[in-house]
Protein backbone atom coordinates (compact mmCIF):
# COMPACT_ATOMS: atom_id res chain seq x y z
CA UNK A 1 0.00 0.00 0.00
CA UNK A 2 0.70 3.39 0.12
CA UNK A 3 3.86 4.95 2.49
CA UNK A 4 3.90 8.50 2.90
CA UNK A 5 6.89 9.77 4.79
CA UNK A 6 6.55 13.49 6.18
CA UNK A 7 9.72 15.83 7.46
CA UNK A 8 10.11 17.79 9.75
CA UNK A 9 8.04 16.93 12.36
CA UNK A 10 8.79 20.21 13.88
CA UNK A 11 9.82 23.61 12.67
CA UNK A 12 10.48 26.53 14.52
CA UNK A 13 10.38 30.13 12.69
CA UNK A 14 10.09 33.59 13.03
CA UNK A 15 7.07 35.67 12.21
CA UNK A 16 7.77 37.01 8.72
CA UNK A 17 9.63 33.88 7.80
CA UNK A 18 9.12 31.26 5.19
CA UNK A 19 8.70 27.48 5.83
CA UNK A 20 9.16 24.46 4.25
CA UNK A 21 7.56 20.85 4.78
CA UNK A 22 7.95 17.69 2.60
CA UNK A 23 6.06 14.47 1.66
CA UNK A 24 7.48 11.54 0.12
CA UNK A 25 5.12 9.18 -1.08
CA UNK A 26 5.81 5.59 -2.70
CA UNK A 27 2.50 4.34 -5.03
CA UNK A 28 3.52 6.04 -8.49
CA UNK A 29 -0.43 5.74 -9.09
CA UNK A 30 -1.32 8.36 -6.13
CA UNK A 31 -2.91 11.26 -8.33
CA UNK A 32 -3.95 13.67 -5.85
CA UNK A 33 -2.08 15.34 -3.05
CA UNK A 34 -4.09 17.45 -0.16
CA UNK A 35 -2.73 19.55 3.06
CA UNK A 36 -4.46 19.83 5.81
CA UNK A 37 -4.06 22.24 8.40
CA UNK A 38 -5.10 20.93 12.34
CA UNK A 39 -5.06 24.12 14.82
CA UNK A 40 -5.14 23.11 19.12
CA UNK A 41 -7.94 21.05 19.70
CA UNK A 42 -9.69 21.71 16.21
CA UNK A 43 -10.19 19.36 13.22
CA UNK A 44 -7.94 18.95 10.39
CA UNK A 45 -9.14 21.34 7.40
CA UNK A 46 -7.95 21.30 3.85
CA UNK A 47 -5.79 24.76 2.85
CA UNK A 48 -4.58 23.27 -0.85
CA UNK A 49 -4.39 20.38 -2.86
CA UNK A 50 -3.03 19.56 -6.20
CA UNK A 51 -3.36 17.16 -8.53
CA UNK A 52 -0.63 15.31 -10.78
CA UNK A 53 -1.45 17.14 -13.94
CA UNK A 54 -0.17 20.28 -12.04
CA UNK A 55 3.46 20.96 -11.18
CA UNK A 56 2.62 23.92 -8.80
CA UNK A 57 -0.44 25.31 -7.13
CA UNK A 58 -0.81 29.28 -5.34
CA UNK A 59 -3.36 30.32 -2.64
CA UNK A 60 -2.02 33.98 -1.27
CA UNK A 61 0.82 32.52 0.95
CA UNK A 62 0.69 28.99 0.60
CA UNK A 63 1.97 27.45 -2.11
CA UNK A 64 2.40 23.46 -2.75
CA UNK A 65 4.92 21.69 -5.85
CA UNK A 66 5.04 17.88 -6.81
CA UNK A 67 7.85 16.21 -8.34
CA UNK A 68 6.19 13.09 -10.01
CA UNK A 69 9.38 11.91 -11.25
CA UNK A 70 11.24 12.04 -7.57
CA UNK A 71 7.24 11.42 -6.02
CA UNK A 72 7.63 14.12 -3.28
CA UNK A 73 5.80 17.13 -2.87
CA UNK A 74 6.14 19.94 -0.72
CA UNK A 75 3.85 23.17 0.96
CA UNK A 76 5.66 26.22 0.94
CA UNK A 77 3.83 28.94 3.62
CA UNK A 78 5.84 32.45 2.95
CA UNK A 79 5.51 35.61 5.30
CA UNK A 80 4.47 33.45 8.63
CA UNK A 81 2.17 34.21 11.30
CA UNK A 82 1.31 33.47 14.99
CA UNK A 83 -2.13 32.08 13.29
CA UNK A 84 -0.06 29.69 11.00
CA UNK A 85 0.52 28.08 14.19
CA UNK A 86 -0.44 24.47 13.59
CA UNK A 87 0.05 20.46 13.08
CA UNK A 88 0.48 20.53 8.82
CA UNK A 89 -0.80 17.14 7.32
CA UNK A 90 0.25 15.91 4.03
CA UNK A 91 -1.70 12.97 2.37
CA UNK A 92 -1.82 10.83 -1.02
CA UNK A 93 -4.44 9.18 -2.63
CA UNK A 94 -4.03 7.03 -5.81
CA UNK A 95 -7.14 7.07 -8.65
CA UNK A 96 -9.84 5.51 -8.03
CA UNK A 97 -9.30 5.19 -3.92
CA UNK A 98 -11.50 6.74 -1.46
CA UNK A 99 -8.76 6.61 1.02
CA UNK A 100 -5.71 9.21 1.35
CA UNK A 101 -3.23 7.81 3.44
CA UNK A 102 -1.40 10.45 5.64
CA UNK A 103 1.75 11.56 6.67
CA UNK A 104 2.72 11.97 10.83
CA UNK A 105 2.17 15.39 10.55
CA UNK A 106 4.65 18.26 11.38
CA UNK A 107 4.18 20.76 14.09
CA UNK A 108 4.71 24.31 12.71
CA UNK A 109 5.50 27.29 15.07
CA UNK A 110 5.37 30.59 14.54
CA UNK A 111 7.39 32.97 16.99
CA UNK A 112 6.06 36.22 17.02
CA UNK B 1 -25.05 22.66 6.17
CA UNK B 2 -23.94 22.19 9.84
CA UNK B 3 -21.02 20.01 8.63
CA UNK B 4 -19.98 16.72 10.19
CA UNK B 5 -21.42 16.29 13.47
CA UNK B 6 -19.81 14.36 16.28
CA UNK B 7 -20.93 13.65 19.63
CA UNK B 8 -19.94 13.11 22.50
CA UNK B 9 -17.24 15.51 22.22
CA UNK B 10 -15.92 14.77 25.26
CA UNK B 11 -16.00 11.53 26.78
CA UNK B 12 -14.38 10.38 30.08
CA UNK B 13 -14.79 6.34 31.16
CA UNK B 14 -13.81 4.06 33.00
CA UNK B 15 -11.97 0.77 32.15
CA UNK B 16 -14.36 -2.01 30.67
CA UNK B 17 -17.01 -0.21 30.18
CA UNK B 18 -19.11 0.26 26.64
CA UNK B 19 -18.29 3.54 24.76
CA UNK B 20 -20.16 4.98 21.86
CA UNK B 21 -19.16 7.67 19.72
CA UNK B 22 -21.86 9.09 16.87
CA UNK B 23 -21.20 10.88 13.60
CA UNK B 24 -24.03 12.82 11.31
CA UNK B 25 -22.33 12.84 7.94
CA UNK B 26 -23.00 16.08 6.07
CA UNK B 27 -26.40 14.86 3.42
CA UNK B 28 -25.31 13.58 0.46
CA UNK B 29 -22.05 12.86 1.63
CA UNK B 30 -21.54 9.21 0.14
CA UNK B 31 -18.65 8.36 2.20
CA UNK B 32 -17.48 7.96 5.65
CA UNK B 33 -14.59 7.41 7.49
CA UNK B 34 -13.68 6.83 11.25
CA UNK B 35 -9.80 8.02 12.16
CA UNK B 36 -8.60 7.54 15.71
CA UNK B 37 -5.47 10.16 16.41
CA UNK B 38 -3.15 9.81 19.07
CA UNK B 39 0.47 11.30 19.32
CA UNK B 40 2.40 8.27 18.93
CA UNK B 41 0.58 6.94 15.88
CA UNK B 42 -1.11 9.85 14.05
CA UNK B 43 -4.18 9.54 12.33
CA UNK B 44 -4.74 6.69 11.57
CA UNK B 45 -7.74 5.11 9.28
CA UNK B 46 -10.24 2.62 11.63
CA UNK B 47 -12.89 1.55 8.49
CA UNK B 48 -14.57 2.89 6.04
CA UNK B 49 -18.47 2.93 4.98
CA UNK B 50 -19.19 3.54 1.35
CA UNK B 51 -22.96 3.96 0.43
CA UNK B 52 -23.41 2.85 3.83
CA UNK B 53 -21.14 -0.52 2.87
CA UNK B 54 -18.55 -1.07 5.26
CA UNK B 55 -15.74 -1.35 2.44
CA UNK B 56 -12.32 -1.68 4.62
CA UNK B 57 -12.54 -2.34 8.20
CA UNK B 58 -8.65 -3.44 8.50
CA UNK B 59 -7.25 -0.66 10.55
CA UNK B 60 -9.97 -1.59 13.84
CA UNK B 61 -7.61 -2.51 16.22
CA UNK B 62 -9.16 -5.48 17.16
CA UNK B 63 -12.68 -7.03 18.39
CA UNK B 64 -13.72 -4.71 20.75
CA UNK B 65 -13.93 -1.96 18.33
CA UNK B 66 -17.03 -2.33 16.35
CA UNK B 67 -18.83 0.02 13.86
CA UNK B 68 -22.19 0.58 12.10
CA UNK B 69 -23.97 2.52 9.29
CA UNK B 70 -27.42 2.14 9.76
CA UNK B 71 -28.78 4.60 6.77
CA UNK B 72 -26.72 7.63 4.95
CA UNK B 73 -27.05 10.16 8.06
CA UNK B 74 -25.88 8.26 10.89
CA UNK B 75 -22.52 6.44 11.83
CA UNK B 76 -21.36 4.94 15.17
CA UNK B 77 -18.41 3.55 16.45
CA UNK B 78 -18.56 1.59 19.44
CA UNK B 79 -15.59 0.03 21.79
CA UNK B 80 -16.81 -2.88 24.11
CA UNK B 81 -14.98 -3.19 26.92
CA UNK B 82 -12.49 0.14 26.82
CA UNK B 83 -8.87 -0.06 27.89
CA UNK B 84 -6.53 2.96 28.63
CA UNK B 85 -4.97 2.42 25.54
CA UNK B 86 -8.17 3.48 23.61
CA UNK B 87 -7.66 6.91 24.80
CA UNK B 88 -7.38 9.08 21.98
CA UNK B 89 -10.00 11.39 19.77
CA UNK B 90 -12.10 9.70 16.86
CA UNK B 91 -12.85 11.86 13.94
CA UNK B 92 -15.45 11.04 11.86
CA UNK B 93 -15.25 12.59 7.83
CA UNK B 94 -17.26 12.53 5.06
CA UNK B 95 -16.50 12.80 1.17
CA UNK B 96 -18.84 13.46 -1.24
CA UNK B 97 -17.47 11.32 -3.86
CA UNK B 98 -14.15 9.47 -5.24
CA UNK B 99 -13.90 12.53 -7.94
CA UNK B 100 -13.81 14.83 -5.24
CA UNK B 101 -10.92 15.36 -2.94
CA UNK B 102 -11.70 17.36 0.22
CA UNK B 103 -12.13 15.18 3.44
CA UNK B 104 -14.49 17.00 5.94
CA UNK B 105 -14.21 16.46 9.23
CA UNK B 106 -15.99 16.46 12.41
CA UNK B 107 -14.68 18.76 15.39
CA UNK B 108 -14.16 14.67 17.08
CA UNK B 109 -14.44 13.03 20.25
CA UNK B 110 -11.72 12.73 22.73
CA UNK B 111 -12.11 9.36 24.68
CA UNK B 112 -10.23 9.04 28.01
CA UNK B 113 -10.38 5.78 29.54
CA UNK B 114 -9.51 5.59 33.22
Redesign the interface.
Known amino acids: GENVEQHPSTLSVQEGDSAVIKCTYSDSASN ?1 F ?1 W ?1 KQELG ?5 II ?1 IRSNVGEKKDQRIAVTLNKTAKHFSLHITETQPEDSAVY ?1 CAA ?1 RG ?5 T ?4 TSLIVHP | DAGVIQSPRHEVTEMGQEVTLRCKPISGHNSLFWYRQTMMRGLELLIYFNNNVPIDDSGMPEDRFSAKMPNASFSTLKIQPSEPRDSAVYFCATLAGVNTGELFFGEGSRLTVL
Open positions: YPYKRPQLDFRGSYIPFGRG
